[in-house]
């Protein structure tokens, strides 16, 4: 079936303004996370939502990040007044009750200028 | 806290050499063990996982690994390899409760000299 996908694959921003990130789950998992690969920080975990409700934030580096996830599939990761170090790769990862493997997608490329 | 180490930032190797990619992680209990891989450009594919059970796993592409207990390491090994291995390797582990998010090692690139 149907693996992990990520929109768009590259997005290219000017410092300041806003970004969303989608993200489309393997169908039926429940479980959906966001990680950040950075060079200085490699990679790190950012949310985690187990259906609608996101019981783990702990990631976010800042409040400037927000994600929300609706009918249980499809999560959208917001970074508001984006700043240059926020120039990253944003994976999306899903899993089957947040107990098993997680497959990810291929990312976002974000550049910050 | 929680941590993976992956000793070895960048490794090379020829062609149909062996190879052993190191990992250590710190943890209070046996956690769930992963090894993912990352071409150039793309996400991450996973190799291999340990849960329980027969400590030497068996992965795709050839690869498998051991968990041992007694070193805290899970190990990443391949008899022989080809140049199409060349990529970015990470060991991961999940926490056995709550959101079993992924703590990730550093990564190893793996260059293959033909």
């Known amino acids: 079936g149907a693996g992990v996908s990520q929109s768009p694959s590259n997005k290219v921003t000017e410092k300041g303004k806003d970004v969303e990130l989608r993200c489309d789950p393997i169908?039926?998992?429940?479980?959906l996370y966001w990680y950040r690969q950075s060079l200085g920080q490699g990679l790190e975990f950012l949310i985690y939502f187990q259906g609608n409700s996101a019981p783990d934030k702990s990631g976010l580096p800042s409040d400037r990040f927000s994600a929300e996830r609706t009918g249980g599939s499809v999560s959208t990761l917001t970074i508001q007044r984006t700043q240059q170090e926020d120039s990253a790769v944003y994976l999306c990862?899903?899993?089957?009750?947040?107990?098993?493997?997680?497959?990810f997608g291929p990312g976002t490329r974000l550049l910050v200028l | 806290a929680q941590s993976v180490t992956q000793p070895d930032i960048h490794i090379t190797v020829s062609e149909g050499a062996s190879l052993e990619l190191r990992c250590n992680y710190s943890?209070?209990?046996?956690?769930?063990l992963f090894w993912y891989v990352q071409s150039p450009g793309q996400g991450l594919q996973l190799l291999l996982k340990y849960f329980s059970g027969d400590t030497l796993v068996q992965g795709i592409k050839g690869f498998e690994a051991e968990f041992k207990r007694s070193q805290s390491s899970f190990n990443l090994r391949k008899p022989s390899v080809h140049w199409s291995d060349a990529a970015e390797y990470f060991c991961?582990?999940?926490?056995?409760?709550?959101?079993?998010?992924?703590?990730f090692g550093q990564g190893t690139r793996l260059t293959i000299n033909p």
């Open positions: 990862a899903s899993s089957n009750s947040g107990q098993e493997t997680q497959y």
């Open positions: 169908s039926g998992h429940t479980a």
């Open positions: 943890y209070g209990a046996t956690p769930y």
């Open positions: 991961a582990v999940a926490f056995l409760q709550g959101a079993q998010k992924l703590v």
